[in-house]
């Protein structure tokens, strides 16, 4: 596990658009999966500017997104398709039927959907490269705590943690969806490698748990100790519970000196 820490939101963002564009260039025909929330939004906005600057070309790439609302139309403006269209795919190049996200306005046959969703990513050749945010309480996509470790895309109930952290998107008085599609962490620990992103002084606890602390469901992000290809991208407020500080700084020199393809 490696992790970048840098000195503010802004830089998490350059730094994870740099990753995310030297991956794409490496393997044009790269399947992502994405996240939504606010975190990546700077990241977004810089693989939008490298877009236009001609130099990365997403025409081959693929994209599978995590998660999605239960209950919201593609065109609902707080749906993550909505969110995804207006944030990244309208400003880059994407090939309209190698996106995938969650389709949360299904009614029925749900474990059949998230069953399907589940043999896309396989038959795309599986994700390359997995975008992250972490929620409050550790969560990954929507995986909220106690989620089993091995779980498969799926429905999932959100906590009422969640469920206010996301009023913020949403107009006043609006009713906060109770649950939604998701890939399972499971999905997630298949991805070939992990990049998981956090800023701000309300993620530094759950961060903190992620990497420092014991694998357990009650902190879902915490499995990524498992996986062998996991970077962290954090600021300064995000690593403030972190007590190995300086170990990290020292592992990230030492990685740029003895393997910097790691990093590229
Ligand atoms: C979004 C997602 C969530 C968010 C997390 C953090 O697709 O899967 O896990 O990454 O809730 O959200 P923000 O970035 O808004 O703090």
Not at 59 to 87: I, T, W
Not at 208 to 223: D, F, L, M, R, T
Not at 230 to 242: G, H, K, P, Q, S
């Amino acid at each position: 596990m490696l992790v970048i820490l840098k000195e503010n939101a802004q830089e998490v963002g350059k730094e994870a658009a740099r990753m995310v564009a030297s991956a794409v260039r490496a393997n044009p025909k790269i399947v992502l999966g994405l996240a939504t929330g606010s975190t990546p939004l700077g990241m977004y906005e810089e693989l939008a500017v490298l877009h236009r600057a001609g130099s990365l070309d997403f025409s081959k790439a693929a994209s599978f997104n995590l998660d999605e609302y239960l209950g919201l139309a593609h065109d609902h403006p707080q749906s993550f398709h909505y969110f995804m269209h207006s944030n990244f795919f309208s400003h880059v190049n994407f090939s309209p039927d190698k996106i995938h996200i969650p389709d949360g306005s299904i009614r029925s046959n749900y474990s059949e959907y998230c069953d399907g969703y589940e043999r896309s990513i396989k038959s795309a050749g599986g994700i390359d490269l997995q975008i992250l945010g972490i929620g409050r309480n550790g969560h990954i996509g929507f995986n909220e705590p106690n989620s089993s470790l091995a779980s498969r895309t799926r429905l999932k109930e959100l906590t009422r943690e969640t469920m206010e952290d996301n009023r913020r998107f949403f107009p006043p008085g609006a009713e906060i969806p109770e649950c939604a599609i998701t890939m399972g962490i499971g999905t997630i620990l298949d991805a070939r490698r992990v990049l998981i992103l956090a800023t701000g002084k309300s993620k530094a606890a759950a961060v903190a748990k992620a990497i420092e602390g014991p694998i357990s469901a009650a902190v879902s992000a915490s499995a990524l100790q498992l996986h062998p290809e996991v970077t962290f991208i954090i600021d300064e407020d995000a690593a403030y519970a972190l007590t190995q500080r300086e170990y990290y700084q020292r592992v990230l020199e030492l990685t740029k000196k003895y393997t910097p393809e790691k990093l590229a």
